[in-house]
């Protein structure tokens, strides 16, 4: 009889980081790690599965096709979480609920999404980002953009934009018009899919003067610097979206004092979830790189919800894609830093563990052999191995 | 040459029938670069003065050229962009390359109702198109995947029916076929990739406002 074959697959959607990319992974892990305490954030870290309720309370039941789910012993449905913001608004609503506000919390963890794979999209990856709960105020929104910022450039990115936008002006424009709610939702549905035909033949059909019609046509193209705003001030008649500019300047003014400003860029036709966001909202993208670095935003109503109404703000970043960029960037694939090979004769055995030692206390990366060896075998693993520098112990 | 360059502005045109009419376009609104044919067999052609540069590739595959951000911007038949389900902006309807999508079956042998096709084949270039086609009427079909002729498909008893578009229906009576449901109008549109059009905002924007001129002239016409 034939021996089975082993199934060495791994299932659809998921990767292996070898050395390489693990090892740079770590780096930008430990980085934001390192930038999200000195920021005064907390790590939480929640379970991998939740119950499905809980992932899909508060959002559309659009994103039940997009979980993984499996039932636990009671037959209840589990899935595994596809973001980290919805567990920590659970954790706000239970845990954490009697901590003083405002809440900061922060967390690097891997979350998990059926999708149509492709560089820099996987069914599970890996995310690190914060939640800002408990302020409604622009300097919460500001903290997290300016903190946004700075994770991207310790990450070690230098060329990235910060597109910022607010839901509450296109909703205005929405409401000073009185579109229907189906004609809202169908333009809405059109911002969404990014789609400014369906936007331009929706808007021809609106019985509404000319200039009404054009300002709805130029909703996905208000992009520029800060003399943005004041054209869109312009535009805006309705209290509601002037009140959502007056939010991004006051916010623009706060990320000037944090010397970021030069990195943002107002686009007001930028399109997230737009039931979901409800203030400020922006995504990072960088050169070269086809989708968003990170996004996030304002989020008054989730935490109502989980029965804890409370403001927040927040973003995510995704590290594959921050390794991505930075792999653009360096123009060449991932090292692992390697410094010493340390090969030694017969009997250096123990002066080659002190050697070792004291060039680790230097910040070495440093491989001992395990055996004795001649100089020429050193050196032959010292190159397959890929180690910058030999250190023989003759 | 590096294809990242960042001061380029890439554009994705479809081999075929879209393929001259796009570049006339192009070329109206002032952007050409010297070689640029279907047939040419240089792949990616530069214009250094203007930091435009074409890339031509086969119809299917320009929605995953802008999406990955390989192109910035394409063009591409409507067909074929709802088809690939690609995350992309949709920034302009060109008006040419206008065509519908159909069902169509066998004169011979036709039903009574749409409804009585359930669970039959389609054979089909647009698998997706169509399954959110029958899907509305609750309708499970087996889908053929074809990539040309489809037409051939009840012909040799591969299929009930067809799923295709139509310019001018000569090719559906040539071949004893007759629509019997409409399911979607398609013409050219102008596509971006979704981050292009935030960094090289500008230059896309007035490319778009250029563009819009010139059909609009070519309307009055």
New interface residues.
């Given amino acids: 009889m034939e021996k089975e074959k082993l199934v060495l697959e791994i299932p659809y959607g998921t990767r292996d980081f070898l050395f390489a990319e693990a090892s740079c992974k770590r780096d930008i892990e430990t980085k934001l790690a390192g930038t999200f305490r000195q920021w005064g954030y907390d790590e939480v870290v929640t379970p991998t599965i939740e119950y499905l309720d809980n992932l899909t309370l508060g959002s559309s039941r659009s994103l039940e096709p997009q979980l993984l789910k499996l039932f636990d012993q009671s037959n209840r449905t589990l899935a595994l979480r596809h973001e980290m913001t919805t567990p920590i608004a659970r954790l706000a609503a239970s845990r954490l609920k009697d901590e003083p506000l405002p809440l900061k919390v922060s967390y690097i963890s891997n979350v998990f999404r059926r999708e149509?794979t492709?560089?820099g999209r996987q069914c599970e990856f890996y995310q690190a980002g914060v939640e800002l709960m408990g302020s409604a105020s622009a300097a919460a929104d500001a903290e997290v953009i300016a903190l946004a910022v700075t994770c991207l450039r310790e990450a070690g990115l230098e060329d990235f934009?910060i597109?910022l936008g607010q839901a509450e002006f296109v909703n205005g424009i929405m409401a000073q018009y009185n579109l229907s709610a189906d004609t809202q939702a169908e333009l809405q549905e059109a911002l969404e899919?990014?789609?400014?035909?369906?936007i331009?033949a929706l808007v021809d059909q609106l019985d509404l003067p000319n200039n009404s019609k054009e300002v709805l046509r130029q909703l996905p193209?208000l992009?520029?610097g800060e003399e943005l705003l004041q054209r869109a001030y312009d535009m805006a008649l309705s209290e509601q979206s002037r009140r959502a500019l007056d939010n991004l300047s006051e916010i623009y003014r706060l990320l000037r004092s944090y010397g970021v400003a030069q990195y943002v860029?107002f686009?007001l036709g930028i399109i997230r979830d737009l039931s979901y966001y409800t203030g400020m909202i922006f995504?990072g993208?960088?050169?070269?790189?086809?989708?968003?670095l990170c996004g996030g935003g304002r989020y008054d109503h989730l935490l109502a919800d989980f029965g804890n109404a409370c403001p927040a703000t927040g973003f995510a970043l995704g590290i594959e894609r921050v390794m991505l960029a930075l792999q653009?960037k360096a123009a060449r694939p991932l090292a692992a830093r390697k410094d010493v090979y340390l090969g030694y004769a017969a009997g250096k055995a123990s002066e080659a563990i002190a050697k070792a030692a004291e060039l680790r206390q230097a910040g070495k990366v440093v491989e001992v052999a395990l055996r004795p060896e001649t100089q020429a075998e050193a050196k032959e693993v010292q190159k397959a191995k890929a180690y910058r520098e030999l250190v023989y112990l003759a | 040459m590096q294809l990242a360059d960042q001061d380029y502005l890439t554009v994705a045109l479809p081999k075929g029938k879209l393929f001259g009419l796009s570049a006339d376009l192009f070329a109206k609104i002032g952007y050409t670069a010297e070689g640029l044919s279907d047939k040419s067999r240089k792949l990616v052609i530069s214009n250094d003065e203007k930091k435009i540069r074409f890339i031509v590739s086969k119809t299917a595959d320009v929605p995953t050229y802008v999406e990955y951000g390989a192109a910035d911007i394409g063009i591409i038949g409507k067909d074929v962009l709802v088809e690939s389900q690609k995350d992309v902006y949709e920034l302009l309807d060109l008006g040419f390359g206008k065509c519908h999508v159909m069902m169509a079956v066998p004169k011979a042998a036709k039903r009574e109702k749409l409804a009585d096709y359930a669970h039959t084949r389609v054979a089909t270039k647009f698998p997706h198109i169509a399954a959110q086609f029958f899907s509305q009427y609750g309708m499970q079909m087996e889908y053929i995947k074809l990539n040309g002729s489809i037409e051939l498909g009840p012909i040799v008893g591969l299929s009930e029916s067809i799923v295709d578009i139509v310019e001018t229906g000569t090719t559906l009576k040539e071949n004893n076929l007759e629509e019997i449901a409409y399911i979607m109008d398609a013409t050219a549109r102008l596509i971006a990739n979704r981050v292009s059009f935030k960094l090289k905002f500008d230059r896309i924007n007035t490319m778009v406002q250029d563009l819009r001129q010139v059909l609009a002239a070519q309307a009055k016409a």
């Avoid at chain 1, 993208?285 to 968003?292: D, K, R, V, W």
């Fill in positions: 149509q492709q560089m934009t597109c899919q990014r789609n400014l035909v369906a331009d193209l992009n520029g860029r686009d995504e993208y960088t050169a070269g790189l086809g989708f968003p653009q």
